[in-house]
């Protein structure tokens, strides 16, 4: 589909920030998540992580975007305690809902869930789709040590399952004794980068990937859709040899590149590489994979920033006329119910 007036292909952001102060307050206050502490919660970062108005509305128009999927940013309320990831969350997903209200036509959301009380998690991902009308959630992998394949997670891949909406699993950083062991040894900057952005998040998630599926996760909802960041986060690119752990595995009932292939979708997740869709793309096929520009961290700047760089990026990949308007906007619009 294509703007009327402009001609211009409709473009979806599905990977886009936000918070609020409590919950980047709480967060401060819990400690251990560097993220946070060294990038989140710098000034212009955290003003427009908390911005969902004219500020945020004018940067998808200069990059040619016309509706972003916000979500909470990484790390969620994960990595909270219960009694306060429950109501910090409930009152993140009130503020989703409230920016889609505000502006319609322009936001939709995904929920962020209580992990650390995993029924109130689950309680919460059912309220904010039947309720608040957010088309699924974002989680990251980790929930103190557990990884999502723990079996007290369940209820939520239950309801998700039940709703038809999908789950966005977005990179958080490794275990504190990952981090130190493989990701440090540098000055403070590099250690963070290296366990984050640079490396270690996206090898962490697309493990808790791996993990949820050779924990049986896709073979007790084999219709649970899930979304990676990064085309893939490592694992889409490494597919062929992750499907080794096929062999002779009896709890499986089909081999892990039919999973990858049936339940995995990817988005741009703000690297904006041709090269990376046409991999992804020559695995995944290309009903599943889909724009998304990661603001305000990549803040639509780089190889295609500034004026309609999304729009750019999408209208100049090397791909078919058609693909192109499934990876700027109609996978986007089927798989969320857009």
Excluded: C
Excluded at 12 to 31: C, K, M, N, S, Y
Excluded at 104 to 112: E, Q, V
Excluded at 157 to 172: K, Q
Excluded at 178 to 191: K, L, M, P, Q, S
């Amino acid at each position: 589909m294509t703007d009327e007036v402009t001609g211009a292909r409709r473009v979806i952001g599905v990977e886009e920030h936000v918070w609020t102060a409590e919950l980047r307050d709480a967060l401060l206050r819990f400690g251990g998540d560097d993220t946070v502490n060294m990038l989140s919660s710098r000034e212009r970062t955290d003003r427009r992580l908390r911005e969902v108005g004219q500020e945020r509305l004018a940067r998808m128009d200069a990059a040619g975007v016309d509706l972003q999927v916000l979500s909470i940013t990484t790390p969620g309320t994960q990595p909270l305690p219960a009694a306060e990831a429950v109501p910090l969350a409930r009152d993140a997903n009130d503020f989703l809902a409230g920016a889609v209200s505000a502006h319609p036509g322009r936001f939709a959301a995904l929920a962020t869930l209580p992990t650390p009380d995993p029924q109130a998690a689950a309680r919460e991902l059912e309220r904010s789709v039947t309720e608040l009308g957010l088309v699924g959630a974002q989680l990251v992998p980790l929930t103190g040590e557990r990884y999502l394949d723990h079996d007290s997670f369940r209820p939520v891949f239950e309801v998700a399952a039940a709703l038809g909406v999908p789950l966005y699993l977005h990179p958080g950083q490794p275990l504190r004794v990952v981090r130190e062991a493989i990701y440090g040894g540098f000055d403070d900057w590099t250690n963070l980068n290296l366990a984050t952005g640079g490396w270690g998040w996206h090898a962490d998630a697309g493990l808790a990937t791996l993990r949820l599926i050779l924990a049986g996760t896709f073979d007790r909802h084999p219709e649970l859709q899930l979304i990676l960041g990064r085309w893939g986060e490592m694992l889409v690119p490494f597919a062929d040899r992750a499907d080794l752990l096929s062999e002779d595995n009896v709890r499986l009932e089909r081999r892990v590149l039919d999973y990858l292939t049936g339940n995995l979708n990817v988005t741009a997740g703000g690297v904006l590489s041709h090269r990376m869709l046409t991999a992804a793309m020559d695995v995944l096929g290309p009903d599943r994979v889909m724009y998304g520009d990661d603001d305000p961290y990549r803040g639509m700047k780089g190889q295609f920033g500034g004026d309609n760089g999304a729009r750019d990026f999408v209208a100049t990949a090397p791909i078919a006329e058609a693909d192109k308007d499934k990876l700027g906007h109609r996978n986007a619009e089927r798989l969320l119910g857009l």
